[in-house]
């Protein structure tokens, strides 16, 4: 039902027309499923409001393993600050992956995704997306997190060696000379918050 700006103003629903006109992407969820979202978040990944409701949030990333691997990040803070961001890789309904910028509060913090809100802030214009196999994907979350290149290997469980040709070609692609570069070529944040869809926690 579409919003009468002027009856909004006269009846002071504020917070209807907020959610539907706010220039960022808002999102209402209940265990990982999208109750509702405003329009700015469905033409952000290409679909109608009508089409994303009661849609589990799978759809809305580059695999449903990818998913998997990623949707239970941020649990621990919210449960401990109800706040949480992140700056993650999406997929579009078109397939096109883009670097979005997460932001989540919870209404049960005792069990954050059972209800939560979240925006959603399109990167690309800052940000373009660089392919990268799900491989360096992984790769680079795992970096983000701190880890070394043999702790990395032993959680992907492949060599040591492996893992340092990969950190290099990540370099190279980038364009940079160290790790703290190559997070700085991608936005200037600090590694806590950067999220490759193959993050595991």
């Known amino acids: 039902m579409e919003i009468r ?8 629903q504020f917070a209807e027309l907020a959610f539907t006109y706010a220039p960022v992407g808002l999102v209402v969820t209940e265990n990982r499923v999208i109750r509702d979202c405003n329009p700015a978040f469905a033409d952000m990944f290409g679909y109608q409001p009508d089409d994303l409701r ?29 706040r949480y ?5 999406m997929a579009r309904k078109d397939g096109t992956l883009f670097w979005c910028r997460v932001r989540g509060h919870s209404f049960t913090p005792e069990d954050p995704l059972a209800r ?4 959603f802030a399109d990167l690309s214009a ?4 660089s392919p990268l196999t799900r491989r360096e994907r ?14 990395i290997a032993l959680k992907l469980d492949i060599s040591y060696r492996t893992v340092e040709v990969y950190r290099a070609k990540l370099l190279r692609k980038f364009g940079v000379n160290n790790t703290s570069g190559l997070f700085q070529s991608m936005g200037g944040i600090d590694g806590d918050h950067v999220v490759s869809a193959s993050d595991q926690t």
């Open 5 to 12: 700006i002027d009856d909004a103003f006269e009846n002071g």
């Open 54 to 82: 009661d849609q589990v949030f799978a759809i809305l990333y580059p695999s449903d393993e990818e998913f998997v691997n990623i949707r239970d990040r941020g649990v621990k803070q919210l449960r401990e600050t109800n």
């Open 85 to 89: 961001w992140d700056e993650r890789i």
């Open 116 to 119: 939560a809100v979240w925006s």
């Open 126 to 129: 800052e940000r373009p997306y």
């Open 138 to 151: 992984e790769i680079l979350s795992y970096l983000s997190d701190g880890l070394t290149s043999k702790e």
